[in-house]
Each structure stands twice: as structure tokens, then as C-alpha cells.
């Protein structure tokens, strides 16, 4: 995700902020989310065992997609674009 002085947060890169044209536009991973939507995959690559989970979630008002290999919901931690259930592992 990517953050600007003037406050605005995107979930995609760009050269410039759409609000304010800045250039100088920093990039950040998102630690934690709150689940709006889950769904689950019903169509998986051949010789993969685990299902998957696209999850939508929002962090600081932004709506991003996730992955999960389990349904998550709540408050979840973030780590490499996956979502985790938190106080699991
Ligand atoms: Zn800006």
C-alpha cells in the first residue's frame, strides 16, 4: 500500500498521488485489517491440496484483497498479502 503527506492511502503503487500530485509517495505493508468479505475458491490449481480464500479486507479505510488458506474474519494479522487469523500459530 502507499501513503502520501497529505493523508492519502491507496492499496496500488503510483508515480503520483491522484489527491494531491505529489511525487513523494511512500509504501508501506499494512500489519493488520478488519475482514469485510470472504470467499471461498471453489476452483483450486490441479495437484493443490489446501483451498483458498480471496478476503477483502480494510486497513486505515482502504479496501484490499487478500489470500487465506482458511475463512478468516474479524480483525486479521497481515503478512505478505495473506491473511491470518490472529493468536493462531
Ligand atoms: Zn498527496
Redesign the pocket.
Known sequence: MIS?????IGSERRAL??????R??KEFDPESGVVVETWKLNVTPEGLEESYYLVLAEVKGVKIILTSTEPVQGEVIIQGGKALKRGVG
Open positions: 502520501c503527506s497529505c493523508g492519502f498521488c491522484p489527491r494531491c500530485g505529489s513523494d509517495l
